[in-house]
């Protein structure tokens, strides 16, 4: 084991990389995978979990990438290699994805067979130069990678990312680090209470000493796309009219409305059998969704939304109707107006799911699934001597912790629960940093000088396989 090699002796070069090595980051995400170099600032490489399908007669393309994704080719249908709760469900694909990610903009990609590009004839020496081309020209061969993954993966996808890794990418070193002991590093925090709200799913993970207590880690399906979820439900019961979501790339032409009246534009027809399948529609609806999140959406506070305003005169309902609390949005076709109690309302099941809209589709989320249920779930699964340290060490990060006020109203909620103890929430200002936390804190720890004695090394894999994970990586 690691801790067994000695800290006077160098590690071999061809073992563990050497001290002048060039490791990197790779950090899947249901919604992109992010992927650079360790010691860096910022992963240079930012690709959609999502992915293309074109299918033919003869075969299925997939195509990977931000603009591949977001052309509105004949039939094009998207699809994500993860399931909702934040594990990988195609193992096939997100290997496909992971090394578009990383060769696209990190390392060179694979040579192609000249046998195959139409640039060569064909000849018998070719032919015996090619042969094992793919054992001698693998991306990772000279790169060590740490890959992080959820706090509550699974054995199999625990040992599943250093197969990928060691027999289809020649990686000559292996780390898998949980994400949210990489965001408290990233915060500098060697212990935290780490709430990480992401695109599919929230945990809420304690770490203590550098490692993640797994008894107290606890997860919700409250995220990013639940908010996306209260959007529609929100839009589509408007009145006097449902407000239309209407993507970018149907609309040719538009005319400027006032604030409330129907839209005026002229829209793109596609011919018969040549318009994108309804998942290309639902992923150009989600950006206009995002982007109403990012400018709009902020959590209600001081006290609850559906409660009554803390000076009296009335509800807070009836504050956040008026004027001074709304927020213009224009939708691509252009149709505009003031959002007032909405801008609000699509959060509030976060904290209070009475405020939840729900359909058959989309059912109302029990009270354990709000964010201070779920710090109260994982803080009751931890030693009752270390919450203290721990409500005084909370970490906010993900992409949908950026809505206006969450920690605002995040720290009032759990100062009511927990009275006595001292309740702390640290969050980056900076929106990378909130965004990319995990993998800034792999990062860190990569390029670290007392962590190269810490890879799993081919050799070792190759003498105890796959489940030198689950003993190493704890």
Known sequence: M????????APNATEYGGDEISALVLDPGYSVVRAGFAGEDVPKSVVPSYYGILSTDAHRKHLYGENAIHNPLPNIEIEN??????????WDTATNLWEYAITSRLTNTKPSDPMTNGLNEKTDEMKDEMEGIETQERPLEENPLLITES????????????????????TPAFWLARSGVLSAFSAGKPSALVIDIGASSTTVTPVHDGMMLRKGVARSPLAGNHISDQ??????????????????????????????????????????????????????????????KESVVAVWSPGRLGGHHPQGGGTNLDLARTQQNARPFEMPDGYNQLFGVERYRAVESLFDVKMALSDAAHPAPPPAHTLPNLVQQSLSGVDVDI???????????????????????????????????????????????????????GSILASLGTFHQMWI??????????????KRCK
Do not use: C
């Open 81 to 90: 290699p993860f399931l909702d709760n934040g594990l990988v469900g195609d």
């Open 387 to 441: 919450r203290p340290h721990l409500l005084a060490n909370i970490v906010v990060v993900g992409g949908s912790s950026l809505i206006y006020g969450l920690n605002e109203r995040l720290k009032q909620e759990l100062e009511a629960l927990y009275p006595g103890p001292r309740v702390r929430i640290f969050s980056p200002g900076s929106v990378v940093e909130r965004k990319f936390s995990g993998w800034i804190g």
């Open 2 to 9: 690691a801790a067994t090699q000695s800290n006077t002796v």
């Open 231 to 292: 959007l529609r439900l929100l839009f589509s019961t408007s009145q006097p009219q449902p407000i239309p979501l209407t993507p970018h790339y149907l609309i040719n032409t538009k005319t400027p409305v006032d604030a409330g009246a129907p839209a005026q534009a002229s829209y793109r027809h596609f011919p018969p059998g040549a318009e994108p399948a309804r998942s290309f529609r639902a992923l150009q609806e989600e950006r206009i969704l995002t982007e109403f």
């Open 151 to 170: 706090p509550l993966n699974t054995g199999k996808g625990r040992e599943k990312p250093i197969e990928i890794a060691m027999e289809n990418w020649g």
């Open 457 to 470: 090394s081919k050799k070792e894999y190759d003498e105890h396989g796959p489940g030198i994970v689950e």
